[in-house]
């Protein structure tokens, strides 16, 4: 279980998906809005919201694309770098070498973009796939984050 309120959040797809949905289950909502109203800072990644408002889009939820877009003046946007491409670069090939892909060798592999936008920013990733991200930084579930 993580206490540290020092060190930032990284949202991933999973908890950010839930957080937008205007049919947002209550347990994610008031575990993001303690979150929110604590002096934590929270990012909410480029790549995670690409990844979050492509469904959206796919679903014609349009409320949960206004959700989204809320949300970043809520919590810091995450712009995407070239530092952070080229250290996902890294990350991606490291994983490889060590015979511990993330994905298939054709994708973009947003799981590793996603852990270098976290290595940006010194943070903890909150995220509903620990398994592939916790290679390459700390990862928890938004339900073992002590607020």
């Given at each position: 279980m993580?206490?540290?309120?020092?060190?930032?959040?990284?949202?991933?797809?999973?908890?950010?998906?839930?957080?937008?949905?205007?049919?947002?289950?209550?347990?994610?909502?008031?575990?993001f809005d303690a979150v929110a109203n604590s002096s934590r800072l929270i990012y909410l990644p480029e790549i995670a919201d690409y990844e979050v408002r492509r469904n959206f889009l796919l679903e014609d939820l349009s409320r949960a694309l206004e959700r989204l877009d809320g949300l970043k003046n809520q919590i810091i946007y995450l712009p995407l770098s070239t530092t952070v491409i080229k250290d996902a670069a890294g990350l991606w090939a490291e994983a490889r070498k060590r015979g511990r892909p993330t994905g298939d060798p054709r994708e973009l592999d947003g799981d590793v973009i996603l852990a270098a936008q976290t290595l940006s920013v010194g943070g903890i990733v909150v995220t509903d796939n620990i398994g592939h991200l916790a290679q390459f930084v700390e990862s928890t579930t938004w339900q073992d984050l002590v607020v």
């Open positions: 993580i206490t540290s309120t020092a060190t930032p959040l990284v949202l991933d797809t999973g908890p950010l998906g839930m957080i937008a949905h205007p049919r947002r289950r209550l347990d994610i909502g008031t575990w």
